[in-house]
């Protein structure tokens, strides 16, 4: 039983041993695999880092060219709010220069027709005869009834009809 005991004994300690020995390769492997892990942690924690600066640099980028844009945006309304300002003096000074216009027109056009009503009809007759159809109409339109018969009459007939047509209108 001795010699049982003692191979049994000897048998378990080898077993030991090489167990022993496959442990100790175990924590080797895993020390080494550790260290590989170390540098690998390292390497994404600077990775990491850098993404972070570079979205920190990015983000003040970012608010740099939006405070930009927004300077020229106000740059933009003055510039536009001036603009209308001016284009609504203009509007009124045109609208301004418009009445002034229709005003002396008015006025020259009441000046004519007193130059024509004082004239003879037959002077008239043939000054308007000799004038484009619109001219002639916009005089004739200034004058009193009777001073206008007066003048068709010593005109050319087909002239006074078209005349007296394009006042009817």
């Known amino acids: 039983m001795r010699i049982i005991f003692i191979i049994f004994f000897s048998i378990t300690s080898l077993i ?6 496959r442990l100790f390769d175990c924590t080797e492997i895993f020390k080494e695999r550790k260290s590989e892990l170390l540098v690998e942690l390292e390497r994404i924690d600077e990775q990491k880092q850098a ?3 570079l979205k920190i640099a990015t983000d003040e980028l970012l608010k ?3 405070v930009r844009i927004n300077q020229r945006e106000g740059e933009i309304d003055s510039k536009l709010e001036t603009i209308t300002q001016k284009e609504n003096s203009i509007k009124k000074m045109l609208a301004k220069n418009e009445n002034i216009l ?7 056009m009441n000046k004519i027709a007193q130059t024509f009503a004082k004239m ?8 308007l005869a000799d004038m484009k ?4 109409l916009v005089i004739l339109q200034s ?4 001073v206008i018969g007066k003048i068709l009459a010593k005109m050319d007939a087909k002239k006074a009809s078209k005349l007296t047509v394009l006042l009817s209108k």
């Open 120 to 127: 003879k009809s037959a002077s008239a007759a043939n000054i």
């Open 133 to 136: 159809e619109k001219e002639a």
């Open 102 to 108: 229709k005003e002396m027109k008015k006025i020259k």
């Open 51 to 53: 993404l972070n600066a």
């Open 16 to 21: 030991a041993i090489q167990t022993s020995d």
């Open 64 to 66: 740099k060219k939006e």
């Open 143 to 146: 004058l009193k009834a009777k």
